[in-house]
């Protein structure tokens, strides 16, 4: 009964209050009506739905709150965690909320969040998507309310039986592997927000790319245009790990995030991001001067962007992989519209998806809502769609809408067969929005860089940014947005000069505030263009639509019409989907445009209203784009270099579609003109030309319609490549070049890859040219050359070629350049090797330690640690050069060996001093002379008389290696002269290896270098059977060494198969093959090699210690001071009735009472020995008045006379025990009977009202 009254009080917590209809909250899980009640929780122990003293709800207002009401409730104890619409809010509360409390602020309704409110549509009636399953388990992604404590969290899915494969803190979010059937389990957990699956696994999916984007125009060829080549500009690329090597990238890479390779696909985007061209000029991408940071595709590193935006000033990211398709929005586009938000400058650019003709669940078929990823359906973010060269939508490109009917793609840029770099240094054409969004990320790099030229430095606001980016955009498709191009084809040029006439303002917002933006409009308009932009906060994952700021806005003319923005219809039907936009109130979007066709002249007056701010004010970016009835020509604009009979795509602007276009081309300068084309149709804006075979500097392109027309800013070129280019020779000082000859052409410019890009070097008027080469040495580079009218009319570079080797009979003053055979040693043994170039033929080194050479490659011997600056001065007879390597050579020895002092108790004697080392332990005399005494660990000494030292170094232990014995293959004994082949990485010693002989003889083994020349050898008499030789060879650093006999063999076994090599002795040798060409790989004949590395260790100082007998000591008293014989090798302790005096360590103290006294002394661990002293103490005032004992020694009777009253005596026994006590003496003499007591010795203390003093008595009856 106690338990049922409980249960009922809990369900009965609801109160609720009478209102009118509600409107809907929309979940993506399920719409939903509630009802107008405020349920409370009840804060008992037991109640489930408390966590950490909080409980969550959702929160309907009846009017959406100010941000002043806001902060009063979060004053209360209200925390506002998300919005869902309509006007209801996801919060959490503290206990302290009450009813009354909550209709104050005019709340509708506080309801619990059920657990089948907290779950994906994917995941319900038992369903997961094959992607997360994990076995019999789903793979979740769960989302955790923003306040709840994670690792409260994690504790309490432990408790439950969850498993938890990662923690993922930025999202709030956990990946848990369970049953389906736990799911309502799992979302019955208080602090779980929203359930989903995991993330579907990541895909991935230009010369007339630049042209399409009028990314040319804005980074022009000719010395007076715009040059916005994204300098400056930092982006991100995450994709297929590694990419290159590739010369186009040269200098402007960081590759520190990633360590392999998966492919091309990551080149070819990079490319056309930020590439050079310096292979190939036609190569070139769209900001050929931004720096790329490489990332690999994992989603998580979009978590490592507020790191990089803030310490590497990365602002731009691009990222062309999908996540599934019609994902919805996402956790992770949640985290990616709050990072953009958080950061200013940032954006995120993606492809659309390759996914065009698939049905992804939208509920319009195929062709309709298969955008691949919920990242990509972002708000803030950018997703492109596939374009090819003549503006078509590629049939593969992904369409919209969003899952939640918003605009998506956002624009078109190039992805169609796109010409792009690819590993190793080549160049191949890929398709598919993969190479569409690079496109867009590199024209980004430019605008923000001209952004930043126009605007004193600062990095632009993105949201800015991405505005301009879609009003500058040229309509494809249906008028107006649609979901197929989004708002159309980027257009670099329109862009730009919306930034450079700063046709843009900011402003902001709150909840149903209404601003007024003026805009005026010049005759001869033919288009205005205004759009709305906002950087939206970041949704809830469990609402079903994204929007939570929703602004609108009105254009109102001079006339007073008003025009509302351009909407589409999102309902799941094919036909509704690809119909036109109209105008209307958008409740979807974050960005609204309204264009206007011939508007009349005027100040048009545009009104943005905060229909629903939740969260604010928001910040929203007012662009406009007024287009004249000019047209502009966009390529070729000037200084191009064009090749006669190539093929070239004429690209123009110009809006409306009136009449038709005439193009012509000059090549003097506009003093003739020939006709290409005078019906080019009005709806297309580009024309395939074929280069006429002329030659000229003065090249000009016009275009015109009626009485509008635009020709180039600058000439062209019009020049054929040099054919038959040849790097002849390349020396330290020079190279030597020659080509045929170009007809037209006056001189050609030789172009050498520098830091960054193919820079010009030399030129000639000739066929051949001379470098004098002044970065001496470098020759390993790549090489180009192009055609020239004249200096500034230049024809287009050739294809870069690279050269590498140098020609020897190369003739030049010397260059040094010296090479060390390790700059870290532990011996100080270091081989020095000239590598100088032009063949010099004197030499002199300095090793930094006060000694030189003149050998051309020497080995010196360091004496001491430290680090030492090496250099080399090399000549011959045209001239001579030096290096100095600074710090080059770091000398550092092993630790010292373990031993310890000895100590003999004798006068003169022989030690056995020991070394517990494990390595070959070498003994001296001193410190300086280098020859040792001895070898081993254990060291007799000659007979010592003094106190002696020694020191100790320790070698390496040895290592051994190679086959045990023969029993890895097959093989007999052979009696031929074979050799081994090895490599040795660190001068070392071959201390010895194991032989089996078939026959008895004596062998001379030899260790020779490369070249057969003998470098140690040693004759062994090897005996029938397994021997071990004892070789000792000096092996010096080197490759291709042999290990070999000499004259005879007495048939050692060979193995010859089982070997496997490189057979690795440690890292000091390996073994490489035997010197048999057929089966190299199988011979072996050395077994259990044993070598040992030639380092050294510091020293270590060690004393065998003599110590002379003890003599027996003595004791004396002076007053109340005890000494004995002192001796610093002595240590002390004293005794008073054979207890230790606290502190009487030193071979004297000061008695205070007296008695016994014992001193005992040790001697160094050799003796100890004692000696014991009956003292008597001496009064303070003993030299004022005189105390006389009469007779003593005494039969038992004794008179004690002073000078002064005596006040007490006290008789006391040897050991100090108090034997007897008299008090109020006062009297001059005093008569003790002592007769009862044994004979003994006594002390009698006397005290006088000055003193008290001791006196001994012997007590003889």
């Known amino acids: 009964m106690r338990a049922l009254t409980i249960l009922t009080i809990f369900i009965i917590s609801a109160t609720c209050f009478a209102q009118d209809s509600n409107p809907e909250i929309l979940l993506k899980s399920g719409t939903f009506t ?179 984007h009028r990314s040319n125009v804005i980074n022009a060829e000719y010395t007076s245009g715009r040059h916005y080549n994204g300098e400056g500009i930092n982006i991100m690329m995450q994709d297929d790990g590694e990419i290159g090597p590739h010369i186009d990238y040269q200098g402007r ?43 690999s595709s994992s989603n998580n590193n979009y978590y490592s962007v507020p790191g990089i935006y803030q310490n590497s000033d990365v602002i731009i990211t691009s990222k062309s992989y999908s996540n599934g398709c019609n994902a919805g929005y996402t956790t992770l586009a949640r985290d990616l519209d709050e990072q953009i938000r958080q950061y200013p400058s940032l954006i995120h650019i993606f492809s659309a998806g390759n996914d065009g003709t698939s049905d992804c669940g939208y509920g319009a078929g195929s062709n309709w809502g298969n955008v691949t990823g919920g990242h990509k359906q972002a708000k803030n973010v950018i997703a492109t769609a596939n374009l090819n060269s003549s503006s078509g939508l590629a049939n593969s490109s992904s369409r919209g809408p969003a899952h939640d009917g918003r605009i998506k793609p956002d624009i078109g840029a190039k992805g169609t067969s796109v010409y792009s770099t690819v590993s190793t240094n080549d160049y191949d054409t890929y398709t598919g929005t993969s190479m569409a969004c690079p496109g867009i990320a590199g024209v980004m790099g430019q605008l923000y860089q001209a952004y930043k030229e126009l605007n004193a430095g600062v990095n632009p606001p993105s949201g800015l940014m991405k505005g301009i980016l879609l009003n500058s955009a040229d309509d494809l498709g249906n008028s107006g947005p649609d979901f197929k191009y989004g708002w159309g084809e980027v257009n670099a040029l329109r862009a730009v000069q919306i930034l450079e006439t700063q046709s843009y303002n900011e402003d902001s917002i709150s909840h149903l505030g209404n601003n007024t933006h003026n805009i005026t409009i010049p005759t001869g308009t033919e288009q205005l263009k205004v759009m709305v932009y906002w950087h939206d906060k970041e949704a809830s994952v469990s609402a079903s639509i994204a929007l939570i700021n929703n602004l609108d806005i009105e254009l109102t003319t001079p006339n007073g019409t008003n025009y509302l923005p351009w909407v589409l219809d999102h309902t799941a039907n094919a036909t509704i989907l690809n119909q036109p936009a109209t105008r209307g109130v958008d409740d979807r979007n974050n960005m609204e445009q309204v264009t206007l066709d011939n508007p009349v002249a005027g100040n048009y007056s545009l009104s943005v209203t905060g229909t629903s701010v939740p969260y604010g004010p928001q910040t929203y ?97 019009i020049l054929n490549i040099p054919q038959n280019f040849v790097v002849d020779w390349t020396c330290p000082d020079s190279i030597y070049f020659y080509w045929s000859p170009v007809t037209g052409a006056s001189g050609y410019e030789i172009s050498m890859l520098g830091q960054k890009y193919m820079d010009s070097i030399t030129s000639s008027t000739g066929i051949s040219a001379f470098y004098h080469n002044t970065t001496v040495g470098l020759t390993d580079s790549w090489f180009s050359i192009r055609a020239y009218i004249s200096p500034t009319k230049k024809g287009r570079r050739a294809v870069a070629i690279n050269e590498q080797p140098t020609n020897s009979g190369c003739v030049a003053p010397p260059f040094a350049i010296i090479m060390a055979s390790s700059t870290n040693s532990c011996s100080g043994i270091i081989s020095f090797t000239d590598l100088s170039l032009n063949m010099p033929n004197t030499w002199l080194w300095d090793f930094g330690d006060g000694t030189t050479s003149t050998q051309q490659n020497p080995t010196h011997t360091y004496q001491n640690q430290g680090v030492y600056t090496v250099s080399l001065t090399v000549s011959n007879a045209l001239g001579s050069d030096s290096v100095i390597q600074n710090n080059y050579i770091a000398v550092t020895y092993n630790t010292a060996p373990i031993a310890y002092n000895d100590t003999i108790c004798a006068d003169s004697s022989s030690f056995n001093l020991i070394s517990f080392s494990t390595g070959q332990i070498n003994w001296f005399n001193d410190t300086t002379s280098g020859n040792s005494i001895f070898t081993g660990n254990v060291f007799n000494t000659p007979i010592l008389n003094t106190a002696t030292n020694y020191y100790l170094t320790e070698n390496s232990p040895p290592v051994f290696g190679g086959p045990l014995d023969t029993n890895i293959g097959g093989g007999a004994f052979y009696y031929g002269l074979r050799y081994m082949i090895f490599d040795c990485f660190s001068e070392c010693n071959l201390v010895s290896a194991d032989v089996y002989a078939d026959i008895a003889n004596t ?256 007590l003889q009856k």
Not at 124 to 140: H, I, S
Not at 257 to 271: E, L, M
Request: glycine fraction near 6%; charge should be negative.
């Open 34 to 212: 509630p009802n107008n009640e405020i349920i409370l929780a009840d804060f008992n122990k037991n109640n489930p739905a408390v966590f950490n003293n909080k409980y969550y709800r959702f929160m309907q207002f009846s009017v959406l709150p100010s941000t002043k009401r806001k902060q009063k409730m979060e004053k209360l104890g209200v925390h506002f965690l998300e919005y869902i619409p309509n006007n209801t809010f996801l919060v959490s509360l503290s206990k302290n909320i009450t009813k009354n409390k909550l209709e104050s602020f005019k709340v509708n309704a506080l309801l619990p969040v059920k657990a089948t409110q907290k779950i994906h549509p994917k995941l319900q009636n038992g369903n997961c998507p094959d992607w997360a399953k994990d076995g019999d388990n789903a793979m979740l992604e769960v989302l955790i309310y923003k306040d709840a404590d994670l690792s409260l969290a994690f504790e309490q899915f432990k408790v439950g039986g969850f498993n938890v494969k990662e923690i993922n803190t930025y999202a709030h979010a956990f990946i848990v592997s369970t049953s389906i059937s736990n799911l309502e389990k799992l979302a019955n957990n208080p602090f779980v927000h929203f359930i989903a699956p995991i993330d579907p696994p990541s895909y991935p999916e230009n010369k007339s790319g630049r042209t399409l």
């Open 621 to 717: 970016y007012v662009v406009y784009d007024i287009i004249s009835e000019a047209v502009t020509l966009t390529y070729p604009n000037g200084g191009e270099g064009l090749v006669p009979g190539e093929n070239e795509m004429i690209r123009w602007d110009a809006f409306g579609n009136t009449s038709a276009f005439t193009l012509e081309y000059s090549i003097n300068n506009g003093t003739n003109w020939t006709t290409i084309s005078s019906n080019v149709n009005s709806s297309i804006r580009y024309y395939n030309w074929t280069v006429p075979n002329n030659f000229t500097g003065y090249a000009l392109m016009r275009v015109s319609r009626g009485a509008q027309s635009d020709q180039s800013d600058a000439n062209f070129t």
């Open 1003 to 1258: 062998i001379t083994f030899e260790l020779r270098d490369n070249n057969g020349t003998v470098l140690d050898d040693t004759t062994i008499l090897v005996i029938v059977g397994k021997q071990t030789l004892n070789l000792d060879f000096d092996i010096p650093i080197g490759t291709d060494l042999q290990l070999g006999l000499k004259y005879s063999n007495s048939g050692l076994f060979r193995n010859n198969n089982g070997a496997t090599f490189p057979q690795n002795i440690g890292s000091l040798l390996s073994f490489t093959g035997a010197n048999i060409t057929s089966t190299q790989d199988n011979w072996y004949y050395y077994y259990n090699l044993q070598v040992q590395e030639n380092c050294k260790s510091e020293y270590k100082e060690i004393t065998a210690v003599l110590n002379p007998p003890l003599p027996i000591p003595t004791i004396v008293q002076n007053g109340n001071q005890l000494s004995t014989t002192n001796n610093p090798l002595y240590v002390y302790q004293w005794y008073f009735a054979g207890v230790a005096i606290n502190g009487a360590n030193s071979s004297s103290i000061t008695i205070s009472q007296t008695g016994v006294y014992t001193v005992e002394i040790h001697h160094n661990g050799c003796d100890i020995l004692s000696a014991n002293f009956t003292a008597i103490y001496t009064g303070l005032n003993e030299q004022i008045h005189q105390i006389a004992v009469h007779p003593n020694p005494l039969k038992g009777m004794c008179e004690i006379s002073s000078d002064m009253p005596m006040e007490s005596i006290s008789i006391m026994d040897v050991s100090g025990k108090l034997l007897f006590e008299f008090l109020g003496v006062n009297a001059f003499e005093f008569y003790l009977d002592l007769s009862k007591l044994n004979n003994g010795i006594y002390f009698a203390k006397v005290t006088t009202a000055n003193a008290s003093t001791e006196h001994k008595l012997i």
């Open 253 to 295: 890479l960081d590759q520190s995030a990633v360590s392999s390779s998966g492919g091309s696909h990551g080149d070819h985007v990079a490319g056309t991001i930020m590439g050079a061209g310096n292979l190939d000029p036609y190569g070139r991408g769209m900001a050929d001067a931004a720096f790329l940071y490489v990332y």
